[in-house]
């Protein structure tokens, strides 16, 4: 898990520049780290082509923190 | 399409060279001032950054709108002034810019157009514009849907055939704030 969660800080750090010098805490939701809606978006588009895969709307609602994602990749993976 | 005159107006004013990107957190009809240190998200007057290049360093400008000072008057050119042959389609638009429009807010003007015509509900505002290509210059505009995702729908802009940046809107229902 925490090298999933390692995977997704970095591919975060590339959604956009104001990211790009962020260092995210996987815990906390994205809003309480100051990020807005645009900046999940961004992180959420960036997991899909880093990963080949579609983040329906109903499960976007779930990714909002790097920790939320990777449980959601992985129950994915697992389902 | 404020937005559009906001990225060419800091374009001049800063000497800007591409890459340079325009991020809107919210729309204003307020006079915006310009800090080189960073503006916290916290800040209730925040309203946006802007990254650009200048002689190959990367540079950056934080937006703070001043609070009250409505800006009268515009004097850009109407929405579609500066465009020809203009083309929508379900999945793309075409058109082509000429010189009186900068090529900013022609991609602009040809991405709400296309919007309005794909979903008619919602009105438009610019969240984010990345300008890889020359900011300045004519030719034929193309925009591609990538992506619609929560309320932000990506768009993917070509000019000449070439890749020249994208295009990130948000939406919000007609009646509702825009």
């Known amino acids: 898990m925490s090298e999933l969660i390692d995977l997704l800080a970095e591919i975060a750090r590339t ?32 997991v899909e082509q880093a990963f080949d895969l579609r983040i329906e709307d109903v499960d976007y609602d779930q990714c909002t923190s790097l920790l939320k994602i990777a449980a959601y990749l992985q129950r994915r993976e697992g389902g | ?28 009809d307020e006079a915006i001032d310009l800090r080189s240190d960073a503006v916290g998200t916290d800040d209730p007057a925040f309203c946006g950054t802007f990254h650009f290049q200048r002689h190959g360093q990367a540079q950056a400008v934080w937006l703070r709108r001043r609070d009250g000072d409505l800006i009268q008057e515009r004097t850009s050119a109407a929405e579609h002034e500066g465009l020809r042959d203009m083309n929508v389609g379900p999945h793309e638009a075409l058109a082509q810019a000429v010189v009186t429009l900068p090529l900013a807010r022609a991609f602009l003007a040809v ?15 610019l969240a984010e514009l990345r300008a890889a290509g020359r900011l300045q210059g004519r030719g034929a505009l193309r925009v591609t849907s990538v992506r619609r995702l929560n309320r932000f729908v990506k768009l993917c802009l070509e000019l000449d055939g070439r890749n020249w940046g994208d295009m990130t809107l948000a939406a919000s229902p007609k009646g509702g704030a825009a």
């Open chain 2, 1 to 28: 399409v404020f937005a559009g005159d906001l990225f060419v107006a800091l374009s001049e004013t800063l000497n800007a060279e591409p890459e340079a990107v325009l991020r809107l957190s919210r729309l204003t």
């Open chain 2, 111 to 125: 991405s709400v157009g296309f919007l309005k015509r794909t979903e008619p509900a919602s009105l438009w505002s």
């Open chain 1, 15 to 46: 959604a956009n520049d104001r990211l790009s010098g962020l260092d995210l805490d996987p815990d906390r939701d994205f809003d309480l780290q100051g990020l807005d809606s645009l900046d999940q978006v961004q992180i959420v588009m960036a």
